[in-house]
């Protein structure tokens, strides 16, 4: 076997570990489910079919930080693969799946340097995605696909010494599903994975009239509803639970203290669940906690780097001042 197949081979599947994440599914989704308010972790609306309805949110026009997002990394890869150097780097994607706007900063990127591309995920089906799209695209560039959670497929891409300096991108404003507390964990977490040299690219979506928020996460068409219930439905295929679709409601709320953006299922009457063997009563109205997406003012962004314990190196926004990409470096000190 030539040895680059070799080092693009995923690290050796560890069955123990998937087997470890269905037993915290349906842990979590019942922890949730008997807490109150009741509530369901955002990061499982993510199966195959929630990974489309996502994709289809994207192509909403309510929904603008893929646009945002796009305008910014068109106008900016070039300083931001100028910010990486010139030597070998690999650009580390968390959750992005090689999707459009990570195409535009690779485009500027591959050919002119050695590069690789280390998508990480938990889904195989994404991971074949996003390393399909990026071969067909750029053979030149290799693709190192790691198979896990974030934190150990950094830890597993930072002991390749060949992968020279890393670009680590958490895009599209995933990092909003996380409170500002656990965004800071997560960041000094990552950093701890990196070397000086390297740098992350993420994005943030910033506040704005609550008007537009609003829309973007309660859309005309009804896709971000079909995302939001999605999730019963997986529980209904997953967890063998019996949740009735047309007894919930998608609802999404503004909370300017946070600030964020909300998204609950709402009961639409008196109905009990059964999930996993366990009966679960809701009220009229009661609701479900499904999602969290912050957005961050553009003053906050230089604590929020402090904070994480990395040290800003450029922050670029999108002409309405929507979104933003913050490029930081992991450096050497620590906090
Ligand atoms: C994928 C987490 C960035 O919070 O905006 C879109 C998910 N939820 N519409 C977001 C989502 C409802 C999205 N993120």
């Known amino acids: 076997m030539p040895n680059t197949a070799l080092r693009s081979a995923p690290p050796p599947p560890e069955p123990k570990h998937r087997a470890e994440r269905m037993a915290r599914f349906r842990r979590d989704v019942l922890a949730g489910l008997s807490a109150r308010p009741r509530s369901l972790p955002s990061l499982y609306f993510y199966d195959a079919w929630g990974s489309r309805l996502f994709q289809r949110i994207m192509a909403l026009p309510e ?23 010139g030597g070998p780097a690999t650009v580390v994607d968390l959750g992005e799946d090689a999707g459009e706007k990570t195409r535009v900063l690779l485009s500027r990127l591959a050919g002119s340097r050695c590069l690789a591309y280390a998508p990480v995920d938990v889904s195989p089906a994404a991971l074949r995605e996003a390393s399909a799209r990026v071969r067909r695209e750029w053979p030149a560039v290799e693709v190192v696909p790691v198979e896990g959670e974030y934190a150990e497929g950094l830890r597993w891409l ?31 977490e990552l950093r701890l994975a990196l070397r000086p040299r390297d740098q992350v690219l993420v994005g943030l979506d910033l506040v704005k009239d609550p008007i537009f928020l609003q829309r973007a996460y309660d859309d005309a068409a009804g896709v971000t509803a079909a995302f939001n219930l999605n999730l019963l439905a997986r529980l209904n295929r997953e967890l063998g639970a019996d949740f009735d679709l047309a007894g919930f409601q998608h609802r999404a709320t503004f909370d300017p203290a946070r600030p964020a ?62 979104f933003a990409d913050v490029l930081w470096r992991a450096g050497g000190g620590g906090r």
Not at 66 to 76: A, D, K, Q, V
Not at 295 to 315: C, I, T
Request: positive net charge; contains cysteine.
């Open 63 to 85: 929904y603008y930080p893929t646009r945002c997002e796009r305008e910014i990394l068109e106008r900016h890869s070039g300083r931001i693969a100028a910010s990486i150097g």
């Open 158 to 188: 930072r002991n390749r010494e060949e992968n020279g300096t890393l670009l680590v991108l958490f895009l599209g404003s995933n990092i909003g599903n996380l409170e500002r507390r656990q965004a800071v964990s997560f960041l000094r």
């Open 261 to 322: 953006m909300e998204s609950w299922l709402v009961s639409r009457r008196q109905q009990t669940a059964t999930v996993a063997g366990e009966r679960f009563t809701f009220r009229a109205g009661e609701a479900i906690h499904t999602e969290i997406s912050c957005k961050y003012r553009e003053q906050d962004l230089a604590h929020l780097a402090w904070e994480s314990g990395f040290e800003e190196v450029g922050r670029f926004l999108d002409s309405r001042r929507w």
